[in-house]
């Protein structure tokens, strides 16, 4: 007997005062409604699905695909971040560990999710992103570091992305935006039309942020103005009506990286000041040294012109 209905017939033989208020407390309105359907086959029915629910047994497109996949064991963020330290084996720069904590965390969190594929766009994306952040970093050695350990302890392979993203990059020179949006229209047989086709022919394609990144980073190399309003049309155009996927996310990351990479370079101009005024005092500092050395020596020189004067005064008065 299934678990529902057994508890349909307890409730059933239930005194009704257990499941009504006291008369006083009713109202007469309360009295003339219709009863609530408790006893309808709906419930009865969601009780069933609730009980002989098994994860990844739906009978549903999405479960068949993925439901291979339920229990799986999945690192979390922490691990993830705690692989990243363990690989970089050097502390980040305190301007940056806020930065890192947030790349390695969303990166994780995007690799992990049974909906990923990674393609060109993505690497270029995630490229770029990198870039963007760790070209002022002050020790560039301990850069390219943290570059190699945030990709590898996601799982993924450094030479791969370089090798994926230079490709579509180097593909994307000489060619213009209209040459962009039909290849993501699927037209053609290029590596971004290809893309573009597997991602319509896939019903449950994910978009990530690295791949909205991608996108913008096809519009510098095509010659589209680097301005955040004129991004975001580009991007409604090329995910929206090109390659007909939901765009509000990707016009949002668009926004998101403008306005990061503002910050950024604002913070190159700060630490460019900072370092030209640390030269101009070091320079202040060497001259004062100079100087003083020129007075201690003409000090001295002066000193040992007094002492040879009086040893020659000295030997004409003996002789």
């Known amino acids: 007997m299934k678990f529902s209905r057994t508890l349909i017939s307890l409730i059933a033989v239930a005194p009704a005062s257990a499941f009504m208020a006291s008369p006083k407390a009713v109202s007469s309105s309360c009295l003339r409604s219709t009863p609530a359907p408790f006893f309808s086959t709906d419930i009865a029915e969601a009780l069933d699905r609730e009980v002989s629910y098994q994860p990844g047994k ?7 695909k993925y439901g291979h996949l339920a229990g799986a064991e999945i690192r979390t963020v922490a691990e993830a971040f705690s692989q990243f330290t363990d690989m970089l084996g050097t502390p980040i ?7 890192a904590t947030d790349l390695v965390g969303s990166l994780h969190l995007i690799v992990v999710n049974a909906r990923f594929n990674k393609d060109a766009v993505f690497s270029l994306g ?11 970093y ?3 050695d301990t850069a390219k570091k943290i570059k190699t ?13 370089d090798a994926e993203a230079a490709s579509l990059e180097e593909w994307a020179k000489g060619k213009s935006k209209e040459d962009i949006a039909s290849a993501l229209k699927g037209e053609g047989d290029s590596p971004l039309a290809q893309i573009a086709k597997a991602a319509k022919a896939d019903e449950w394609w994910m978009y990530s942020k690295f791949f909205g990144l991608g996108l913008v980073r096809l519009m510098d190399v095509v010659g589209v103005e680097q301005d955040m309003s004129v991004a975001y049309d580009v991007m409604e155009e090329w995910v929206g009506k090109c390659m007909e996927k939901p765009y509000y996310t990707a016009c949002s990351d668009s926004d998101l990286y403008f306005k990061t990479k503002g910050k950024l370079d604002m913070m190159e101009t700060m630490m460019k000041e900072i370092e030209i005024r640390e030269k101009k005092r070091m320079a202040d500092r060497l001259e004062a040294k100079a100087e003083a050395a020129i007075r201690a020596a003409e000090k001295a020189s002066k000193l040992q012109e007094e002492i040879d004067n ?3 005064a000295k030997k004409e008065t003996v002789a």
Do not use: H
């Open 58 to 64: 739906a009978d549903t497109p999405f479960a068949k």
């Open 93 to 99: 720069n305190a301007l940056y560990k806020g930065m």
């Open 126 to 136: 995630l490229v770029s992103a990198l870039d963007l952040v760790l070209k002022n």
């Open 138 to 140: 002050p020790e560039q």
């Open 149 to 161: 350990a945030m990709i590898e302890s996601v799982g993924l392979s450094e030479s791969e992305i």
């Open 310 to 312: 009086e040893a020659a």
